[in-house]
């Protein structure tokens, strides 16, 4: 059992793996972009480029490209061999929201009581940005699992975690850059659950997802 350890990880750590996983993500973050743009052409009333966007706008996309690949990047080290402990995912995706509240202010439905905010976001017809994130980041956690199986990763519900949580904030990056709503309420109900979700799906499947083939 040892030896096939030894020789699993020696598998991980070979640049072969390493070209095929940043390869594969360059792939999912090239077809994301592909598809916000086609989005946008397609109903430009709805989803478009924020004019005169503000700092504050420019530095929540930051802080998501960055989430994608420090997560995108601790999956990388998982899979060669590096244990992460089992708070990393929580606590990395739960500052990070914390962040983006900090980032957000004031709600822009700050005249509406919570209960009239709150409602005013559950309508579905402001929900095209919650069926993006949610079915880009499932695509791109089947594409990279794929990959991952092979390096025979044995920390199934981290890895699955970090997949959901990297593909889910490549996604909400490129909605954030077209999505003309820019309330707290709108962020967390369309934009975190969705991705909340997929870490949840992924976790209770990433045993099968991952299992080495």
């Known amino acids: ?25 360059l792939s999912s973050w090239s077809l994301m972009a592909v598809f916000t743009y086609l989005s946008a052409a397609a109903i430009p009333e709805s989803i478009h480029l924020p004019e005169n966007a503000s700092f504050g706008f420019w530095l929540e996309a930051l802080a998501w490209l960055a989430l994608s690949f420090v997560s995108a990047g601790n999956v990388y080290r998982a899979a060669k061999g590096t244990r992460l402990r089992g708070w990393t995912n929580l606590v990395l995706i739960s500052g990070f929201i914390i962040l983006l509240e900090a980032l957000k202010g004031s709600s822009s439905h700050e005249s509406l009581s919570f209960m009239e905010a709150l409602n005013h976001e559950l309508d579905f ?13 499932f695509l791109s956690v089947g594409g990279v699992a794929q990959v991952l199986k092979r390096a025979a ?12 949580i990297a593909s889910g904030a490549q996604a909400t990056f490129f909605m954030h850059l ?3 709503h820019e309330s707290s309420f709108h962020i967390f109900i369309w934009h975190i659950l969705p991705l909340l979700g997929l870490m949840g799906l992924t976790s209770l499947v990433a045993k099968k997802l991952f299992r080495w083939s």
């Open 178 to 180: 077209v999505c003309t």
């Open 1 to 25: 059992i040892q030896n096939l350890v030894s020789r699993i990880h020696e598998t991980t750590a070979s640049q072969f793996f390493g070209s095929y996983y940043w390869f594969t993500w």
């Open 153 to 164: 990763p044995t920390q199934f519900r981290q890895t699955g975690f970090g997949v959901a």
């Open 125 to 137: 017809s402001r929900g095209p940005c919650g069926g993006f994130v949610f079915l880009a980041t």
